[in-house]
C-alpha cells in the first residue's frame, strides 16, 4: 500500500486536502524524529521549537511558551505532549505535504504543530492575507498566521477532552464545522491570556467572517467544500474560491465561538458539553448539536440564519 494510500485511510476532513496534493515521494506528515533529521535550529523546553535558520528564534521561543501555557488552561486535558515547528518555505517542503503556508499538525504523539514563517510566497493564501491586511495591517497578518498554532494546539486539546485519537475518530461522530467550533472556542480561551493578542485575533477572524461564502454557505455545506471537485479535475478547496470560502468558514466558526465566550459560556460547560455529546450513538447532526446550545448565547441562533449558516426551524 502507497504512503498516499494509507493517509487517504487515516484521515479525513481537512486531510482530504493533503490527499489531493500529496505525491508518491512526498514526505510524511511532521513528526519530531523527522524534524530532527532536517538539522533544524531548535528551542529545548517543555515544547521543544523547530524553527528554521532564516527564523527569528525569539518568535520560535514565544511561541513555544504560549502553547506551554495553553495547555495549562485544560487540565482535563492532562498536558497532551507537543512540539512545535515554524518554517520557512524550503523547509517546509521536506517536512511535510501540506501546501506552504497552511497550519496543521501531525497525527502522532507528541503532535507537531506547523506553521509558516510568513504567508509571503504562499499563492493560495493571497485573498486571505489581503482581507487580513486591511484588518490588521500588512506587517501583521505573518503575526496571525502564526498565533494558529495555538488553533492547532486548540484540536490536540478537543481530542484529549473528546477521548479520540485524531480527525478520524472524532469526524466519525461529528459535523466538520462542529470541530472547528469547539477547537475555536479552546483556542479563543487562549488568546483571552494576552488582552492584545485577542482583541487582535478577533479583528483578523470579524474579517474572515465577512468574506462571501462562494457556492457553500450553510454550517453543512463545509463538508462538501473538504470534498468535491471542480470541473477541471482539481479539489474545490484547492481553487482561489474554496481558499477565501475555506477562511470565510473559519471566521464564521471562530465568531460563533466568541459570542458563545462573551455570553458568558465557561470552559467547563464547553467541555462538559463536549463529553456529553460523545457518548451519544451516531455521528450528530447540525440541529442537534445546535438545541446544544439553546439559550447559552442571546441571539446566537437568529445570528447564525442572518449569516446563512443554517436555515430558520424555529426559536432557540
Not at 506552504?100 to 493564501?125: C, D, K, N, R, S
Not at 487580513?132 to 484529549?160: P, W
Not at 462562494?214 to 474560491?241: A, F, N, V
Not at 446550545?293 to 430558520?312: E, H
Amino acid at each position: 500500500m502507497s504512503r498516499c494510500t494509507t493517509l487517504l485511510g487515516l484521515l479525513t476532513g481537512f486531510l482530504i486536502l493533503a490527499a489531493g496534493v500529496l505525491v508518491a515521494q512526498a514526505p510524511p506528515l511532521p513528526t519530531v524524529p523527522r524534524l530532527q533529521t532536517l538539522k533544524l535550529e531548535v528551542v529545548s523546553g517543555d515544547v521543544p521549537a523547530y524553527y528554521s535558520k532564516t527564523v527569528d528564534r525569539d518568535i520560535a521561543a514565544s511561541l513555544a511558551f504560549r502553547l506551554d501555557a495553553c495547555r495549562s488552561l485544560y487540565s482535563e486535558a492532562q498536558r497532551p505532549p507537543v512540539a512545535l515547528a515554524v518554517l520557512n518555505a524550503a523547509d517546509w517542503q521536506q517536512a511535510t505535504p501540506w501546501p506552504y503556508g497552511m497550519p496543521h499538525m501531525g497525527i502522532e504523539a507528541p503532535y507537531v504543530l506547523v506553521v509558516p514563517l510568513t504567508w509571503q510566497g504562499a499563492p493560495w493564501f493571497a485573498g486571505t492575507r489581503e482581507r487580513l491586511a486591511k484588518a490588521l495591517g500588512q506587517q501583521e497578518v505573518d503575526r496571525y498566521v502564526r498565533l494558529l498554532a495555538l488553533h492547532e494546539l486548540g484540536h490536540v486539546i478537543t481530542f484529549a477532552i473528546a477521548g479520540d485519537k485524531d480527525w478520524q475518530a472524532f469526524s466519525s461522530r461529528f459535523p466538520f464545522w462542529y470541530g472547528e467550533l469547539v477547537v475555536n472556542y479552546f483556542a479563543g480561551g487562549c488568546y483571552a491570556s494576552r488582552p492584545d493578542d485577542a482583541a487582535f485575533m478577533r479583528r483578523g477572524e470579524v474579517a474572515l467572517a465577512a468574506i462571501p461564502r462562494q457556492k457553500y454557505t450553510t454550517l453543512d455545506d463545509w463538508d462538501r467544500l473538504m470534498t468535491d471537485i471542480d470541473s477541471s479535475g482539481r479539489p474545490y478547496l484547492m481553487t482561489e474560491s474554496g481558499g477565501l470560502t475555506f477562511a470565510a468558514y473559519q471566521g464564521l466558526t471562530a465568531e460563533m465561538a466568541n459570542r458563545l465566550r462573551d455570553a458568558g459560556f465557561t470552559a467547563p460547560r464547553m467541555i462538559q458539553l463536549l463529553r456529553q455529546q460523545r457518548t451519544r450513538a451516531g455521528r450528530q447532526s447540525t440541529d442537534d448539536l445546535l438545541k446544544d446550545f439553546a439559550g447559552a448565547a442571546p441571539g446566537w441562533y437568529d445570528w447564525l440564519v442572518r449569516q446563512g449558516a443554517v436555515q430558520a426551524s424555529g426559536r432557540r
